[in-house]
C-alpha cells in the first residue's frame, strides 16, 4: 500500500484509473465509473468531432500501447503482465463497484481510495457548457503530451 499523503490529487486519480484498469479490464474500469458519472452533454452528437473516427485496429493499438507504457513507466504499481481479464459481462453493477473498491483499496489504502472516489461528487457549475473557455481548442495529441510532461515532474 502506498502512502497517499505524499500524492496529488491528480497522482491519486492516474493510479486509481490505472488500478481499476488494471483489476477491471478497461471495460469494467469503464463500467465502475460510470456508475458515478451523472454526465452531461450529448456524446452521441459530439463523439465523432471528440474521438476523430478511428478504426477498431487503432484503438485496440493505441489502449494495448498506453497498457504497457503505464505498466512499465510505474514506480507505484505492481507490474502485471499476465493478468487474467475479468469478464464483466457476467458480473452485477454491484459487483463490479464492490471489486473496484476493493482494487482502489488495497492499492491506495482507504485514505486514498475515498480521495479517489471525492472527485465523483457532484460539483456546481456546468463543466459541458464551460469547457471550451476552460480547455481552449486543445487536441487530444495536446492531452497526452500534457499527461506525460505531468507524471515526469518531481
Do not use: C, W
Amino acid at each position: 500500500m502506498i502512502d497517499v499523503s505524499k500524492l496529488t490529487q491528480t497522482e491519486i486519480q492516474q493510479l486509481g484509473i490505472d488500478t481499476l484498469s488494471l483489476a477491471l479490464g478497461p471495460a469494467g474500469m469503464g463500467l465502475f465509473m460510470h456508475q458515478f458519472d451523472i454526465g452531461r452533454g450529448d456524446y452521441t452528437r459530439d463523439r465523432d468531432e471528440i474521438l476523430g473516427n478511428p478504426t477498431i485496429e487503432e484503438i485496440f493499438a493505441r489502449i494495448k500501447e498506453k497498457r504497457i507504457s503505464q505498466v512499465e513507466s510505474s514506480d507505484v504499481l505492481p507490474k502485471v503482465t499476465n493478468m487474467k481479464m475479468l469478464d464483466v459481462t457476467k458480473l452485477s453493477q454491484a459487483e463490479i463497484r464492490r471489486l473496484g473498491i476493493k482494487a482502489l483499496t488495497k492499492t491506495l489504502g482507504h485514505p486514498g481510495m475515498v480521495r479517489f472516489m471525492q472527485q465523483f461528487e457532484m460539483g456546481s457549475g456546468d463543466y459541458t457548457r464551460d469547457r471550451d473557455q476552460i480547455l481552449g481548442d486543445i487536441t487530444i495529441e495536446e492531452i497526452f503530451v500534457s499527461i506525460e510532461e505531468g507524471r515526469q515532474q518531481p
